[in-house]
């Protein structure tokens, strides 16, 4: 019961049951009521026509309606009409001077009742009329209203009972046909629903067996459409994520491996007395284990920031101040580097911010303007406002990236071909050490590449100074 397909079927089965039955229902007292309103029309028709040619006759050779009871009835004594209606006869002013309801004897139509009535002439001149209310009708009732109850009395013959039961077998008849079809339909319609769900559910189950990324092929309706293009893009992502894991893991080993090699080297040469005990080797010795333990610390510091566990102390800073600061402590390396440092400040509200690790971020975008911006380059490092937004740039002129290496700038241990052959090129995790911080502050970190230049900002929500 608790399956889709059964569901569905269960509900246009449902949905053809009503609406087949509320259809059969009306059709059914429309056609019964139609049918008795046509034969007591057709026979009151025939049935009055004879009785005004009688009633008219009588009064010609009698000149009154005394004794006319006979004509209404096989006797006069309450005998009802045809088909068990009444039926009176009036003067020309409309009293009722005989009827087969003797309470009926006596009354005064009503004008709703005398245009409801069949005129009787003789010579040209109305000396009555004929009236047949419904059974038990008072004068005076509606004539659609009498229409109504004499249909509702109306009294039908075997072949007339037959034909509406007929009707109605053929309306049930018809009802379960359209029944079985709904359950033909709704089965199908099942399937043809359900199967992209049961096809994207094997590939779900199947996929820690298989190869991650496999994409399922999209068909059925939106919504479908829709689930399996987040499955195709969930596929995709845990792939991308597990092949960044394999290659972390594989330039994790390699970083590692060098500071390792370099200090397991230098000291196995010095135990075997190749090289002497000296400050000269032990400073090589110390500065690959400084190197190994940045590297360390900075693996750290990234697997902290992306899984957002990474504690901030948050005060409200001046960006125009922060800024300043950094510009001041780069400027010296700038000028040992005969490379031009620009500031370009512009008046911004504070920020929330972690100052140390706000400016650990600036830092390593000025460190690697630094390294990739030639002598007699220019770097600027600029402060810029919008209405809720404080944006940081850092652009350097000279050496740029392409279009691919932006795509891959911000991956963790990425470095450019060049700078992976020098020896200043990093551990490749700065980039992606300073947009996880950046995002801790839930803000953005982006590169633009121009022709001859190329700039990283950063976007940061501002807090406005307190009055």
């Not at 629903?193 to 094997?202: A, G, N, S």
């Not at 899984?307 to 400027?331: K, M, W």
Request: negative net charge.
């Amino acid at each position: 019961m608790n399956r889709m397909w059964v569901r569905q079927t269960l509900a246009f089965l449902l949905v053809a049951w009503v609406s087949v039955g509320a259809m059969a229902l009306v059709v059914q007292r429309t056609t019964e009521t139609s049918f008795r309103q046509y034969i007591m029309t057709r026979g009151s028709m025939n049935f009055n026509a004879a009785l005004i040619d009688s009633l008219q006759s009588y009064y010609m050779q009698h000149g009154t309606w005394i004794g006319a009871n006979s004509l209404l009835g096989r006797n006069g004594n309450g005998m009802m009409g045809w088909r068990g209606g009444l039926i009176s006869v009036t003067d020309a002013a409309g009293l009722v001077v005989v009827s087969t309801d003797q309470a009926q004897i006596g009354q005064t139509l009503n004008s709703a009742d005398l245009s409801a009535a069949s005129p009787l002439t003789v010579d040209g001149q109305v000396v009555g009329y004929l009236y047949q209310p419904s059974s038990g009708a008072p004068f005076g009732m509606p004539f659609g209203a009498q229409i109504g109850a004499q249909v509702g009395a109306q009294v039908l013959d075997a072949a007339e009972q037959d034909f509406l039961n007929h009707a109605t077998q053929t309306l049930t008849l018809a009802a379960a046909v359209i029944s079985l079809l709904a359950v033909a339909l709704g089965l199908g319609l099942s399937h043809i629903l359900t199967r992209p769900l049961q096809h994207l559910t094997e590939s779900i189950r199947d996929l820690p067996s298989r190869a991650l990324g496999q994409q399922v092929q999209v068909r059925g309706t939106r919504e479908i459409h829709a689930l399996t293009d987040a499955f195709n893009r969930t596929s995709q992502q845990l792939a991308d994520a597990e092949a960044l894991r394999r290659r972390m893991a594989a330039d994790i080993a390699h970083e590692l491996r060098t500071p390792v090699t370099v200090l397991r080297g230098h000291l196995e040469a010095m135990r075997d007395g190749v090289f002497p005990l000296d400050q000269q080797h032990l400073a090589v010795v110390y500065d690959q284990t400084l190197h190994l333990g940045r590297l360390v610390e900075d693996v750290r510091l990234l697997t902290l920031a992306e899984a957002n566990h990474l504690p901030l102390t948050l005060t409200q800073e001046s960006p125009n101040a922060i800024v300043h600061d950094l510009a001041e402590g780069f400027r010296p390396l700038a000028l040992d580097a005969e490379v031009h440092l620009q500031v370009e400040e512009q008046p911004a509200p504070s920020i929330n911010v972690d100052k140390l690790r706000l400016q650990q971020v600036i830092g390593n975008l000025l460190t690697n303007a630094l390294r990739h911006t030639p002598p007699d380059g220019t770097i600027t490092l600029a402060v810029t406002c919008a209405a809720d937004h404080v944006r940081f740039s850092v652009s350097n002129t000279g050496q740029t990236l392409t279009p691919e290496d932006a795509k891959h700038v911000f991956d963790p241990f990425w470095r450019a071909s060049d700078a992976r052959e020098r020896d200043t090129g990093g551990s490749g995790l700065g980039l992606a050490i300073a947009r996880g911080l950046v995002e801790l502050h839930h803000g953005k970190l982006w590169v633009e590449v121009a022709a001859d230049r190329t700039c990283f900002l950063i976007e940061l929500p501002c807090v406005s100074l307190p009055a």
